[in-house]
């Protein structure tokens, strides 16, 4: 069993699985919770899963069920889950790249242009200096405008900026105001401040790295840190633009707002679908088409080796590409005068094809055991694979079953994609024959 665990796409979820029992353990302590007394095991469990699959989704008020123990609880395994998903994808990326080869590997320099795979201890000390040095600006904003604008005492201006640059950075949407962010709605300081550190922790360490030393010259960008970058800067674009345009004369959301707040509300609406899970309007509230414009934009997330979810930008735009390559009769997907391999191409369609099947699969299964519409339903379930978090407030009246579900989606949805993606890279080999060819009839 220990030499099965040595397989890469065997240790993630296994050290994930290790991370949900210790922090369900440490939050069924009675000191975590403001009552004294043990939460329930469904309720620990559902919280620690959101907190170390950085969801973001929860079936209590965290900032009035949980003590000041429990939050902080809540805070380390947000850490441990953003961390671990960063390093663990790097490492993971960096065996794929290094199983490729040479030909291959001087093409698609992705990773291994910027860390080489014996530089794990270097690696992870990397990660962890970038995430500290970013919490930190992010929290020393954050508390500054917390005790300025809204004169709270410097103790708790700073551990409401800690705690939010934390969970902003490691996208993981749990938050210390019952409302989330709906009393900043119109804030330009606290809304600007998270949703860039939404954009941040969702990118990836390596292309934060690569950007760091060839910002000046996007020429030389791996195709990676081409996809991911003009990729998020383009669903970004059309996200805030789309849902400012559908609330903005919604009585319920945005339509009270002066055209300043409009504005930073639907930018703050728009970015945190990239899997951040906070919310500053109703989502009860917005309009249907709103709910399935979001679906869209959380099911796609954020970059790889990112504290982001869903089936990640760069395998969205393979497929783009590989739409307009055949569209355009070509046999090859190339992408910035690179050719793109058929096998990471079938990578992408297996990874997309699977988290279409996940939804899928919980939304039929959630409809089973509740009575909540379909929409509602889809929300929720694409939310939770996604580990974006955002819901529309029905997350506590599940069913226990429900909850479950939930949990399994969080899971598979923050593990899964990278095991699977992992795994069958790590399988690839060329076959000896190849057998005849044939055509079915498509479409």
Not at 297 to 312: C, D, E, P, R, Y
Request: net charge positive; charged share 15%; glycine share 10%.
């Amino acid at each position: 069993m220990l030499r099965a665990l040595r397989h890469p796409t065997r240790l993630l979820p296994a050290a994930f699985v290790a991370a949900l029992i210790v922090g369900t353990g440490l939050l069924l302590l009675p000191a975590a919770r403001t009552a004294g007394q043990s939460a329930p095991p469904l309720t620990a469990l559902f919280t620690a899963a959101s907190s170390v699959f950085i969801t973001g989704m929860s079936t209590v008020d965290t900032a009035t069920y949980w003590s000041p123990l429990g939050q902080g609880i809540i805070l380390a395994l947000i850490q441990v889950g953003g961390f671990g998903i960063m390093t663990f994808a790097t490492v993971l990326g960096l065996m794929v790249s290094r199983r490729l080869a040479l030909q291959t590997r001087l093409v698609a320099q992705a990773e291994t242009r910027a860390i080489n795979l014996g530089e794990v201890r270097n690696l992870l000390l990397r990660v962890l200096a970038m995430m500290a040095g970013f919490e930190l600006l992010i929290a020393v904003v954050l508390t500054v405008r917390f005790r300025i604008a809204y004169d709270e005492s410097l103790a708790t201006a700073a551990w409401h900026g800690v705690f939010h640059a934390v969970s902003a950075f490691n996208n993981a949407g749990t938050t210390l105001f019952s409302d989330s962010f709906m009393r900043f709605v119109a804030d330009p300081w606290i809304c600007g401040t998270v949703a860039v550190a939404v954009v941040l922790g969702g990118l990836g360490f390596p292309v934060v790295l690569e950007l760091s030393r060839e910002w000046r010259t996007p020429r030389l960008w791996s195709i990676h840190t081409r996809l991911t970058v003009w990729g998020t800067a383009l669903l970004l674009v059309v996200g805030v633009a789309v849902v400012t345009a559908l609330e903005w004369s919604n009585p319920a959301t945005l339509g009270p707002l002066d055209w300043p707040g409009s504005l930073v509300g639907g930018m703050f609406a728009g970015v945190n679908p990239r899997t951040a899970g906070f919310n500053s309007i109703d989502y009860a509230a917005v309009r249907p088409e709103t709910l399935a414009f979001t679906d869209v934009l959380m099911f796609i997330g954020g970059g790889s080796a990112g504290t982001s979810g869903g089936i990640k930008v760069t395998t969205f735009f393979l497929l783009a590409y590989v739409i307009w390559a055949e569209v355009r009769g070509e046999d090859d997907v190339n992408i910035a005068a690179r050719r793109v391999s058929p096998h990471t191409l079938r990578q992408a369609v297996t990874v997309a094809l699977l988290g279409v099947a996940a939804v899928a699969a919980g939304t039929m299964v959630l409809l089973l055991v509740t009575d909540l519409p379909f929409d509602r339903v889809l929300f929720e379930a694409t939310a939770a694979f996604s580990t974006a978090g955002l819901s529309t407030g029905v997350t506590a009246s599940l069913p226990a079953a429900g909850q479950v579900v939930l949990v399994a989606l969080m899971f598979v949805g923050r593990v899964g994609t990278i095991t699977v993606a992992s795994a069958l890279a790590l399988r690839h080999r060329k076959l000896r024959f190849r057998r005849p060819e044939e055509r079915p009839i498509i479409g």
